[in-house]
């Protein structure tokens, strides 16, 4: 048995990325973040869609096109359609935030 909040980091130089699973129609991961943010300028532009939840922690989420980013808290998630560009504005600093991203083929706007 594996746990999503066991052996976390509490100071990473960038994004630690575990997948946890994957086949040809869905791969799913276990991001954790420590203060980490999109570097200026930057927009993940994805070939497929992302469903992600905040497990632990808080982030702020800009898509393109917004003016203010989402604050995302335990328990949020949003569902991202195939290249709806969006960034990561910030991320809880002092304590993992701990994200659960599920990425499957495409889903209309």
């Known amino acids: 048995m594996n746990n999503l909040f066991a052996d976390l980091p509490t100071d990473l ?12 129609h869905v791969r799913i991961e276990r991001i954790v973040s420590t203060g980490q943010a999109s570097p200026d300028g930057f927009w993940f532009d ?3 869609a992302e469903w992600v939840i905040v497990l632990k922690g808080e982030a702020k989420l800009l898509f393109e096109g917004d003016g203010e980013p989402i604050h995302m808290k335990m328990g949020d998630f949003v569902n991202i359609p195939a290249h709806k560009r969006h960034r990561v504005e910030w991320t809880t600093p002092h304590a993992p935030t701990i994200w659960l991203a599920v990425y499957y083929g495409t889903v209309p706007q």
């Open 46 to 48: 994805q070939e497929e």
């Open 13 to 24: 130089p960038e994004e630690l990325v575990d997948v946890l699973g994957e086949n040809q």
